[in-house]
């Protein structure tokens, strides 16, 4: 169960600057946030005394009134919080820093604001305190930048989407009304600080979204309620209707986090856990202990191409013996059956090669744990019957997938889902899914999340390069968890890619891959591609029996978006080191100042071979014992990457 040690707490005199305005700082002073309450309720922001954020405004309109209009402060206060957080599933830390200075604002008219200033960043939040419900017809969000800055701008096209999208590196005044992004979204003010916007905590609440203005502002969308959908197929269920409101809620509320990571140092975005931090806790009453983050045998990506076998590959009992075989004697805590397990539209009812208890009996004699593939629909329209039968058969969780919404009504269905299976001790994964805002914290057995354009496409398109790969570490992994789904082991050099769908490969080299496995954080991290074609990779199979899903530490040691990324991650008494780069050769330098003084280790570190420009597949292991202080310089192919494991 996770404990929180709190290390210090009081409350401070609020900076009050006259004329409505009130002042509160980050604990090292870099950071200030400044809330002007004259006429409209508005905030600003400036780091290291200059100023990046001008007077945006906040507010909420409901149909009791509109919030942050000719606002009236009642009472303030500042406290200072300086504490840790023991999560119960370690994503980047085991035990997680959480300092910060809170300035609270408390209005006539039923609503407080809190500021909560990090070092790292900043969140501003609305509570409300009506006694009925209430309904938010609109919510005015802004960020008014200081110059015309380029973003990184996930574009979507409609409210509709999965939430898998390149980033485009776009100035603010190119980006006009009609366009808007999923988050999260990085603004790059051109000298080396950087903005990313993203929320926490959201919850009987629409997600938020950007669109431009033609100018320096990035503005709030919010797709409103549903009123009427029209299901298409099994899992496409479009919204073909709005009500004239975001939500109709509880009058008696906090309202999600709008959170703001500021930082002039590009690695200490994928070290961020303020989304953690501001979510959520999970209620100490329920027991997570028996939540078990682990590794993956993934069948779909590989579409069941197993060979070397006496029995036809495909969905059937027997291929899936074979996944559990191969996970069991690889250290591999699950085996996940995706979609073909069940007749389409009917979870009760299994494909004629399957038998879901033979299997999950056959995975539980061997230690592995069985995940199911289900759409959302058919498990929302068969939900008690559904959660029942996998609750009897002794599956470990589930895999919901084709949401693609995040409008309030789907934003609770997300809480139905992790609420029941933790009832049940499920797992859950979230696939075709908008971003993580806490929701792990708030129910730690929801343990990853897509909502990621990740390795799947290489199935049906050019879009994952090691350009897109060295970019989402630092914008949508600081969200939380990322269910890329590494693996490949048929890896191409630029020029050679093709998209296979039932035979695919991936952009870069191997050692790209086996790094991801290190870079990106997912507690339920797949093995994407075929277990026999780990079997005849039998030296990179042995880095990814032992890889963890979870971590103790996080170091990342040189970064910048987009470009590389160079880290070392802890687990136990186990270093792991992991690099990456886009389709630009490099040399780094790994900077052994991690390691304990006084000892010698021992190091294996898989790297690009001597041809990989010319063949991905291409990789050399080599050992050798260093100590703290060395610098071990790591030559990457176009794609490249490197993995280690120092011990």
Request: charged share 25%; net charge negative.
């Amino acid at each position: 169960m996770k404990r929180i040690i709190t290390l210090a707490f009081f409350l401070i005199i609020p900076f009050y600057l006259g004329a409505g305005q009130y002042e509160v700082e980050s604990p090292s002073k870099k950071l200030r946030v400044t809330i002007n309450t004259d006429g409209r309720l508005t905030y600003s922001v400036s780091y290291e005394n200059e100023m990046i954020i001008n007077p945006s405004e906040i507010s909420l309109m409901l149909d009791k009134g509109i919030l942050g209009k000719n606002p009236s402060v009642k009472n303030n206060s500042v406290k200072y919080v300086n504490r840790e957080l023991k999560p119960v599933v370690r994503q980047k830390y085991a035990v997680i820093k959480d300092e910060f200075n809170e300035l609270r604002l408390d209005f006539e008219n039923n609503f407080t604001l809190f500021v909560r200033v990090y070092d790292e960043g900043f969140g501003y939040r609305i509570s409300t305190s009506f006694e009925d419900s209430i309904t938010v017809k609109e919510e005015i969000f802004e960020a008014n930048f200081a110059n015309d800055f380029n973003v990184y701008f996930p574009q979507e096209e409609s409210f509709m989407s999965h939430s898998e999208r390149l980033y485009k590196y776009l100035p603010l005044s190119e980006i006009d009304e009609k366009s808007f992004c999923s988050l999260p979204a990085l603004v790059d003010l051109n000298n080396s600080i950087k903005v990313a916007i993203t929320e926490a905590d959201l919850y009987d609440y629409a997600g938020l979204y950007l669109r431009g203005a033609n100018s320096t502002v990035l503005k709030g969308l919010f797709p409103y309620y549903p009123a009427e959908t029209e299901m298409k197929s099994d899992r496409d269920v479009y919204v073909t209707k709005r009500k004239d409101y975001i939500a109709r809620t509880n009058g008696t509320r906090n309202f999600p986090w709008r959170v703001f990571v500021v930082t002039d140092n590009d690695g200490a975005l994928i070290e961020n856990t303020m989304v953690y931090k501001l979510a959520e806790p999970h209620d100490p009453h329920i027991d997570f202990s028996w939540v078990k983050p682990g590794k993956v045998a993934w069948d779909w990506w590989n579409a069941n191409n197993i060979y070397k076998v006496d029995f036809r590959a495909g969905i059937n009992t027997a291929t899936y013996k074979y996944y559990i075989d191969f996970a069991s004697q690889h250290g591999i805590e699950y085996v996940i059956l995706d979609e073909g397990w069940y007749k389409l539209g009917n979870l009760l009812e299994e494909s004629p090669d399957i038998n879901v208890k033979e299997i999950v009996d056959y995975a539980k004699e061997k230690n592995v744990g069985i995940i199911l593939w289900v759409i959302w629909k058919t498990l929302d329209d068969q939900f008690e019957e559904a959660m029942t039968l996998f609750e009897k058969l002794g599956v470990k969780g589930i895999k919901v997938d084709f949401m693609q919404r995040d409008d309030a009504w789907m934003v609770n269905y997300y809480y139905k889902v992790a609420r029941e299976a933790a009832k049940r001790k499920l797992l859950v994964d979230f696939h075709g899914a908008y971003k993580p805002t806490g929701l792990y914290r708030t129910y730690p057995n929801v343990l990853t999340s897509e909502g990621v354009l990740g390795l799947e496409h290489n199935k049906w398109s050019e879009d994952v390069t090691p350009e897109h790969n060295t970019t989402i570490p630092f914008i949508r992994m600081l969200a939380g968890p990322m269910d890329y789904t590494p693996g490949a082991m048929n890896n191409a050099v630029k020029g050679n890619f093709r998209d296979i769908f039932t035979q695919p490969m991936s952009q870069g080299t191997r050692c790209h891959q086996l790094a991801m496995y290190i870079i990106y954080e997912s507690p339920l991290q797949m093995l994407a591609d075929s277990p026999t074609n780990y079997l005849r990779e039998k030296e990179s199979l042995e880095f990814l029996s032992i890889v963890p899903a979870v971590w103790d530490d996080t170091k990342v040691l040189d970064a910048k978006v987009g470009d590389y990324v160079v880290m070392a991650r802890r687990s136990g008494n186990k270093w792991f080191v992991g690099a990456m780069t886009d389709w630009n050769a490099r040399t780094l330098k790994l900077e052994l100042s991690f390691l304990d003084e006084n000892r010698n280790y021992e190091i294996t570190i898989y790297r690009d071979g001597i041809n990989a420009d010319r063949n991905g597949n291409d990789y050399k292991i080599v050992r050798s014992t260093v100590k703290k202080g060395e610098v071990i310089e790591i030559n990457l192919a176009p794609g490249g990457g490197c993995a280690a494991v120092i011990e």
